[in-house]
């Protein structure tokens, strides 16, 4: 499977969105393999990180995001189950997972409640350790234009993940510390 295969079905090779998607998920893929090769007493499947990681934003054209070219009618935050939805409608039900599990550390079901997020009613969070491995990766790069190349240091992660609990900063300290970056 040629993950650029079904990118191409949803964005325009010249597009923004399309630009910023593939660079975006270049960059994690990249640090997602790498970070799976530091853990290679875990086994995890390199092949399906790869691919998985190119495709785990695919949803963020169904969102209103106008500044990385996404004019859907969503919100951001949805971008992780309508990319699920997406990958499921192909037959890649454990991508899809990966899309919608990596979503800052993952989001429970309590949590949507509590917060009235517009999601779906169940938990969102990283199972398998391929999955844990994205998530991981995608807190190193944002989307935004003018910074996405620079990879983001451990505090400036830490301090975005703090504002939606210290639970949040302490799932991703536990992967610092078992994936042997921190």
């Known amino acids: 499977m040629d993950p650029f295969d079904i990118i191409i079905e949803f964005y325009k090779p010249d597009s923004l969105a399309y630009e910023?998607?593939?660079r975006h998920s270049e960059l994690v893929a990249k640090k997602a393999v790498d970070t799976a090769q530091s853990v290679?007493?875990?086994e995890p499947d390199l092949n399906f990180i790869e691919e998985a990681a190119m495709l785990h934003d695919i949803g963020i054209f169904k969102v209103y995001a106008?500044?990385?070219?996404?004019f859907g009618e969503y919100p951001y935050l949805?971008?992780?189950y309508l990319g699920r939805e997406i990958l499921e409608k192909k037959n890649l039900p454990q991508h899809g997972l990966v899309c919608e599990r990596h979503?800052?550390?993952g989001i429970t079901v309590q949590e949507i409640k509590k917060h009235n997020l517009p999601l779906p009613e169940r938990d969102m969070v990283p199972v398998s350790i391929e999955e844990q491995i994205i998530c991981f990766a995608d807190k190193f790069f944002s989307k935004n234009p003018d910074s996405m190349e620079r990879e983001k240091s451990v505090d400036?992660?830490?301090n975005g993940l703090s504002r939606h609990g210290r639970d949040k900063v302490v799932k991703f300290q536990s992967w610092l510390n078992l994936f042997g970056r921190e």
């Open 40 to 42: 290679a007493f875990l």
């Open 78 to 80: 949805c971008h992780g």
């Open 20 to 22: 910023i998607l593939v």
């Open 103 to 105: 979503v800052g550390t």
């Open 156 to 158: 400036d992660i830490i």
């Open 66 to 70: 106008p500044d990385i070219g996404c």
